[in-house]
């Protein structure tokens, strides 16, 4: 692992809580962007069911987001941004979604959505891997991924991939 040597000087700190706290700041009111946009496009919908939920979602990325720039702005956080050593964990992560995104038209929803839990698994786990802990950890999201495909293909009749 590559060693680094924290900069312990005031100054270089302020200017890295500063820019994490800007950072925080655009990145939030980019998803309230992104929220304005999807209200302006859902609107559009013709069939009053297909709106709510992306109308929904899209008021809720938008109110939190302010929540955060607000929050952002009475108390900024003092984090200094990404650790070197855990790049590839935030890579693994968005990787595994696009997977998903690409996985789905060929094996449709439900073996997508495990792989993409497997590998969003070994990207957040922080501890030491055991038998039990492996296992448990499986079972309890292949439980949940099958409760979310029936609940959504059986009981809502949504047409999935």
């Known amino acids: 692992m590559l060693d680094v040597d924290p900069d312990t000087r005031p100054e270089a700190n302020s200017q890295t809580?500063?820019?994490?706290?800007?950072?925080?700041?655009?990145?939030?009111?980019i998803l309230i962007l992104i929220g304005v946009v999807t209200l302006y496009d859902s609107a559009s919908y013709t069939d009053i069911d297909s709106k709510v939920f992306p109308q929904t979602s899209a008021i809720a990325l938008m109110?939190?987001?302010?929540?955060?720039?607000?929050?952002?702005?009475?108390?900024?956080?003092?984090?200094?941004?990404?650790?070197?050593?855990?790049w590839w964990r935030r890579l693994l992560l968005v990787s595994s979604m696009l997977l998903a995104c690409a996985l789905m038209p060929y094996t449709g929803l439900l073996i997508?959505?495990?792989?993409?839990?497997?590998?969003?698994?070994?990207a957040s786990m922080h501890d030491q891997w055991?038998?039990?802990?492996?296992?448990?950890?499986?079972?309890?999201?292949?439980?949940i991924i099958v409760c979310f495909y029936t609940l959504f293909k059986f009981v809502l009749h949504v047409p999935l991939p």
């Open 130 to 143: 055991t038998q039990k802990k492996a296992m448990v950890y499986f079972l309890s999201g292949l439980s």
């Open 63 to 86: 109110l939190f987001s302010a929540l955060a720039i607000g929050k952002q702005i009475i108390q900024p956080t003092m984090v200094s941004g990404i650790e070197v050593s855990v």
């Open 17 to 29: 809580d500063q820019s994490s706290t800007r950072g925080s700041i655009v990145v939030a009111t």
């Open 112 to 122: 997508a959505c495990i792989v993409t839990f497997v590998l969003g698994l070994i």
